[in-house]
């Protein structure tokens, strides 16, 4: 008796919430894959199944390829350095010197900014002419330039913005897991004769690995899930050169209004962003120590 | 390590910091004073606050305010009720279906609401809620997220407290209320504040479902008003950019350990 009044506990407590997961999550989710065999309804037209017609399509968009392609370069370019610079920021703001509750906040103050707002602030650099950067270009004599503006610079403008935003965001992680390693470990090591450079590479970094993991993960879910920047600094363009497949989401289904192709666009950044969880987690998974 | 070192890593420190808190110190500059001194530093520049009387008459600030505030509180709260309830039925009691659902529970850190919108979008258009604070906050109340901290932080409370407590002839509800609860505010404290800035901040779901002022967050509405005036001066936007930023950025600086120690403590799993 006892244990089937737990069991009657157990999913009353946890249906509420179970039930908002699975109509916002599961099966928005189901149904993206689902939308994604059907034509867009238009007009007296109304929507029908099309089978794999609109993966047909996909494959021919020169847009799509472009944006993912965006999307990796992204990736590729935000994620190491970022979390380079995190490691960095932990590693110079462990040590007691004056000033380091300044430089901490210095660090993690982005954090805290809406993404949305740090576009903003950072359009007033980039402005042709007006802009920061062209008045300190300007002082050496240097012409207009025109970051968000040229296709060649437009992703990389914006790379800089995520950078900035994220690198003291994923600090805090490593400033954590820093503090938590026993400094016995560095001092046995001092003693065997091991240098600096030697401790941080046998001993600080693999014990940092789960922090690794752990914030690499979060990082490249961000690089897909985070494109507020580029409603304020590009809009995408050039010529898509610095849209983002959810940016290019965003635009397909509620600027279009072309639902279905939106739809196939998701199960893309779906599938991609579940690939790359399940394949950090085995690239890391020889490397890291759980308890 | 050597005098030489130090300076070195005291010197790396302060210009990362430097280069870290410009962009911001700049928007600070631009805001306080007149559109003249954009790119003139001078200390003698007059300092005003006429960009900010400007913004907040060009656009209905105090409503965005008013509906983030709303919808902040809104989400953060219910965030806490549902998200209690689940977690205690996941530490504390068994049932079929337990780990299973826990897992499909966790699916949501990795799939998020962020990125289904579109389909997200058609269920609050079946709803009738589109354009509606509810909408922008339905898909998030009951958080994945939130529902592993708080169990990870229900786990650790030992079970003998649980246990007396029942012998006095507490139900379940009243244990979670009064054991469970109290023990785990720190674990309350940093999902709030970080849930807190994650809906401040939110903007594309809000953007997609909200078309009216009545309804439009502040970063929403800061978009509005910093793409539609072109002819607005950047003076005037970049004191918007402030003052939709300003709460959190003051909340942080007042509670700067907290909101630090929040952010690990919800990183560390």
Redesign the interface.
Known sequence: MK?KR??I??????A??????????????L??LW?SLFSTPRGRKPSHFVGLANYERLIQDPTFWKVLGNNAIYALGTIPVSMA?AL??AL??N?P??????????????????????A??????YTPG?G?ID?VLGLFGAGQSNFLGNAGTALPAIMVVAI?KE???FM??Y???LQAIPPQLAEAAKIEGAG?WTIFRRITLPLLMPTTL?VSINAV?NA??L??HI??LTGGGPDNASSLL?YY??ET??RFWD?AY??TL?VV??AL??LL?IGQFFLFDRKVHYK | MSAFDRYLWNGGAALLAALWIAPLLYAVWTAFHPSAYEAHFTLTAPLTLENFVKAWNAAPFARYFLNTFILVTGITAAQFVLCSLAAYGFARFSFPGRDLLFSLVLLQLLVMPDILIVENYKIIHAMNAVDTLQAIALPYIASGFGVFLIRQAFMTVPRELDDAARIEGSGPLAILWRVYVPLAKPTYLAYGLVSVSYHWNNFLWPLIVTNSVETRPVTVGLSVFATTDSGTEWAVINAATLMTSAPLLLAFLLFQRQFVQSFMRAGIK
């Open positions: 244990i737990d069991w506990w157990g999913w009353t407590l946890i509420p919430a179970l039930a908002l997961i699975f109509l916002f999550t599961h099966i928005p989710a149904m993206t939308g610079l960095a920021m110079l703001v040590r010197f004056k000033g380091r509750a300044l430089a901490r906040m210095a660090y993690f103050t982005p954090t805290v900014l809406p993404l949305i707002a740090v903003n602030i950072w359009l007033f650099f007006f920061l008045q900035w690198a003291g965001f805090i992680f400033l954590a897991a600096a752990f879910i897909f899930r494109v507020d409603f304020i959810l989401i965003y289904s509620f639902t939106g739809a998701s950044l779906l962003m579940c969880a």
